[in-house]
């Protein structure tokens, strides 16, 4: 038996894919999304008029920057039991259950596990108090066809077991970009993922969404050279590896409990048991 060594690192933060959490949102009622205006101007450029939820989501991120201070911290994590499991099941999985599994119910699986174990970090902030969320509701970034974003949320995502929690993911994100998602299913999100790494990135900075405490970005997988500790010594092999960045509200996430969460989310993935039955 063997186990990967990694380290956490802590860098400020950026802004990065959140969430519009306005139920008036008209891509929420299957109403069609107004295109941009476009007018030209002397000089070879080009104005572009913000559209409804582009200037929504720009005061979101702005009020939540303004709102909490952020800090990112980072982990990376051998994912090469989990990678070679999915590459195994997913035919067979299709077969089963009629849906496509992706990488993020994985990772909502590992999220769901670390919130339990960490709790306080499934919460909000009232004034001075601290209002724990017993119900783990986790939203996940969508990219609409506008190339604005939105994320639509897992209720009690801590309920349902993979299969449970694919067909959400799918269903989810199939009907934000087809602009068919009811304002209740992009509400009362208690914790946000942003999977980066769906467009080739390997790590990010994500700006929280408020009144949530905290956010997680996925970066790539990728395969490199890992040094391994082995009962004969060290060895170096190729493996699977990914980072992950949380984004945290330092008013009542401190650098320890951020810190230990990251890695938690990190410890549930790379222990994914490979011999895992569909």
């Known amino acids: 038996m063997f186990k990967s060594r990694y380290a956490l690192k802590s860098m400020n933060i950026s802004s990065d894919l959140n969430e519009v959490n306005v139920p008036k949102v008209q891509v929420s009622t299957g109403a069609p ?3 941009p205006s476009f007018s ?58 009629g849906e496509n599994i992706t990488f993020t119910p994985l990772f909502i699986d590992a999220v769901v596990k670390a919130i339990k174990d960490f709790p306080m970090v499934n919460v909000s902030l009232d004034g001075n108090k601290i209002l724990i969320k017993k119900d783990i509701n986790i939203g996940m970034a969508a990219a609409l066809p506008s190339g604005n974003l939105i994320v639509p949320v897992i209720k009690n995502a ?20 087809e602009n068919k998602l009811k304002p209740e299913e992009i509400k009362d999100g208690t914790f946000t993922l942003t999977n980066v790494g769906t467009f080739g990135n390997v790590m990010g900075t994500p700006i929280i969404n408020q009144p949530q405490v905290a956010i997680l970005a996925t970066g790539a997988i990728r395969k490199k050279p890992a040094v391994l500790e082995t009962e004969y010594g060290d060895v170096i092999a190729i493996r699977q590896l990914m980072f992950l960045s949380l984004s945290y509200d330092h008013r009542i996430v401190d650098g320890s409990l951020g810190g230990s969460f990251l890695r938690r989310i990190a410890d549930y993935l790379e222990k994914f048991d490979p011999n895992l039955a569909i």
């Open 40 to 97: 030209s101007m002397s000089g070879g450029v080009e104005i572009v008029e913000m559209d409804r939820m582009r200037k929504l989501i720009a005061d979101h991120m702005v009020m939540s920057k303004q709102t909490a201070p952020h800090v990112t911290s980072f982990v990376e994590a051998d994912v090469t039991n989990m990678f070679q499991w999915r590459e195994r099941n997913k035919n067979k999985f299709r077969e089963k259950y």
């Open 33 to 35: 999304v107004t295109s």
């Open 158 to 177: 801590d309920l349902l077991n993979l299969a449970g929690l694919t067909k959400k993911v799918n269903d989810l994100a199939g009907r934000a970009r």
